[in-house]
């Protein structure tokens, strides 16, 4: 299985901060990646898919870069509506595999 | 509205057998690859498999296969997922999901959830 490093593992920042999430892929997945955002109680909610496509409807202060190995997901500007557990998946083979986390909360 | 709707918590005891559903609604179902990811209390997202209920081609992960068994009625736009003796440590919350495109293969990011069934196996 490919295994996917995601760090950190919780962040804390302000309203209004630029947050950084990374994501570091065992071997090359191209740009087989996606973004969940979960909160706590919900099903988990697909931001941005193949590394850099916003899906409809996510705001566009989201948005994710990079290819191969090294991956990074940004929110340009933290909102109180932003506090949730984040992930990476990886799709370019199967099983699928997702991140630990990142744990983002309201400093 | 496009929309997965799972069945309801469900508490077992060891050994017990099990099936969860996840009926699909408002979109053509035997075109979507429909997979269950498992979440343990208080853990991560463990991707366990896929099924294309068009002719119900699934695909497990390793971690699961002969753990669990995935279906598809395509007649009632319903999947399923099984258990034949549940253990303790299956406690965790199910979450089915679709993949976003019709043509991506079993390679694709999950677009709709499911709201989640949360399975408790305990003596």
């Known amino acids: 299985d490919i295994q996917m490093t995601q760090s950190p593992s919780s962040l804390s920042a302000s309203v209004g901060d630029r947050v950084t999430i990374t994501c570091q892929a065992s071997q090359d997945i191209s740009n087989y990646l996606n973004w969940y955002q979960q909160k706590p109680g919900k099903a988990p909610k697909l931001l941005i898919y193949d590394a850099s496509d916003l899906e409809t409807g996510v705001p566009s202060r989201f948005s994710g870069s990079g290819s191969g190995t090294d991956f990074t997901f940004t929110i340009s500007s933290l909102q109180p509506e932003d506090i949730a557990t984040y992930y990476c998946?990886?799709?370019?083979?199967?099983?699928?595999?997702f991140g630990q986390g990142t744990k983002l909360e309201i400093k | 509205e496009v929309q997965l709707v799972q069945s309801g918590a469900e508490v077992k005891k060891p050994g017990e057998s099990l099936k969860i559903s996840c009926k699909g609604s408002g979109y053509s179902f035997t075109s979507y690859w429909i997979g269950w990811v498992r979440q343990m209390p208080g853990k991560g997202l463990e991707w366990m498999g896929i099924i294309y209920p068009g002719d119900s081609e699934i695909r497990y992960s390793p971690s699961f296969q002969g753990q669990v068994t995935i279906s598809a009625d395509r007649s009632i736009t319903t999947a399923y997922l099984q258990w034949s003796s549940l253990k303790a440590s299956d406690t965790a919350m199910y979450h089915c999901a679709r993949h976003r495109t019709d043509f991506g293969g079993p390679h694709d990011a999950f677009d709709i959830w499911g709201q989640g069934t949360m399975v408790t196996v305990s003596s």
């Open positions: 998946q990886q799709y370019d083979n199967l099983p699928d595999t």
